[in-house]
C-alpha cells in the first residue's frame, strides 16, 4: 500500500514529521485539506468523541471501525493509537490483522497493562519487558504487509524511571518495532537524550497540559526526532469553539454574532469533497 511506503520514507529521512490528530474522519480530511504529510489517530480522542474518558473503554473492533472510516476519507498516511494491543501477545496477532485491514500505514502498541490509561494520566501499570518484547515479535510476524509500521511505546517513566524506560526501548526496538515512542518525558533534558539513547528512529507526542515540555519543532528536529505527533490539538479547538457557539446560541436564540467565527456553508461542503461526488453522480448514474 502507498500510504505505508510513504511513511517508511518520511521515517528513514533526517528530518522532522509535524503529524497532527484526527478524532474523526472529518477533522482527518480538514488535516489533508490544509497539507500535512501524515494524519494520527488517537485512541485518546476517539474515546472522548463518543463521551469516554482514555481508558481503554472502547473495545478493538469499535476502535478499527473508526479507523477504517478515517483511512477511507483521506489519502495521506495514517498512524493509529492501537493501545496495548487489546490483550497478550495472541491478541495482538489479531488485533495487527484487524488494524492492517483498515489500511493504515501504522500502529502504536504500549506496555501499560490492559485496560490501559492515558500515557499522562497518573496510576498506570506496565507489564513485564520481556512479555512487551513478545508482543512486539507478536505484532512484526502478524503484519501480512513488510512496509506495515510497528511502533513501540514505553510507558515506564512515571512506573520504573527514565533509564528502565531507556533499556525497555531497545529491547522493544530489538524485538522489531520501526519506531521507538518514549511516552511522558518529564524534563528537557530527558527530551534531549532519548534520540541518541535509542537505537531507532524517535516519536515525540505533543500538547500542552500534559508531564512534557512543549517545544518548538526547530528544537525538536535539532534533537534527532523524526515523528511528532500533535494528538489532542483539534479536538480542544473543536471543544472550544462549540462551547462558545452554545453559548451564544442560549443567550440570544441564534448565533448571528458568532457567524464570522464559523465555516460557511461552502467551507464545509470542500471539507467532505461535495463536488468530487457530484462528479462520480453524474458520471455513473447520466445526469447532465
Known sequence: METRKQLRKHISEDKYLVVP???????????????????????????????YPDMGLMTMLEVTHWVGLVCDAVTIPVIADADSGYGNAINVVRTVREFEKTGVAGIHLEDQFAPKKCGHYEGKEIVPPEEMAG??????????????????????????????????????????????????????????????????????????????????????????YRIGIYPNQTHRAAIFAAKEV????????????????????????VAVNTEWWREREAEYLGLD
Do not use: C, H
Open 21 to 51: 490528530g484526527a478524532f474523526d474522519a472529518l477533522t482527518a480530511r480538514l488535516i489533508e485539506i490544509a497539507g500535512f504529510d501524515a494524519l494520527y489517530l488517537t485512541g485518546g480522542g476517539f474515546s472522548r468523541a463518543n463521551g
Open 135 to 224: 508482543k512486539i515479535k507478536a505484532a512484526v510476524d502478524a503484519r501480512r504487509d513488510e512496509d506495515f509500521v510497528i511502533i513501540a511505546r514505553t510507558d515506564a517513566i512515571a512506573v520504573e524511571g527514565f533509564d528502565a524506560a531507556i533499556d525497555r526501548m531497545n529491547l522493544y526496538l530489538e524485538s522489531g518495532a520501526d519506531v521507538g515512542f518514549v511516552e511522558a518525558p518529564q524534563n528537557r533534558e530527558q527530551l534531549e537524550s532519548i534520540p541518541s539513547k535509542i537505537n531507532g528512529p524517535a516519536l515525540v507526542n505533543v500538547f500542552k497540559g500534559g508531564k512534557t515540555p512543549v517545544l518548538p519543532k526547530a528544537e525538536f528536529t535539532e534533537m534527532g
Open 246 to 269: 452554545l453559548q451564544v446560541l442560549k443567550e440570544d436564540g441564534e448565533t448571528e454574532r458568532y457567524e464570522d467565527r464559523m465555516a460557511s456553508w461552502m467551507d464545509r461542503e
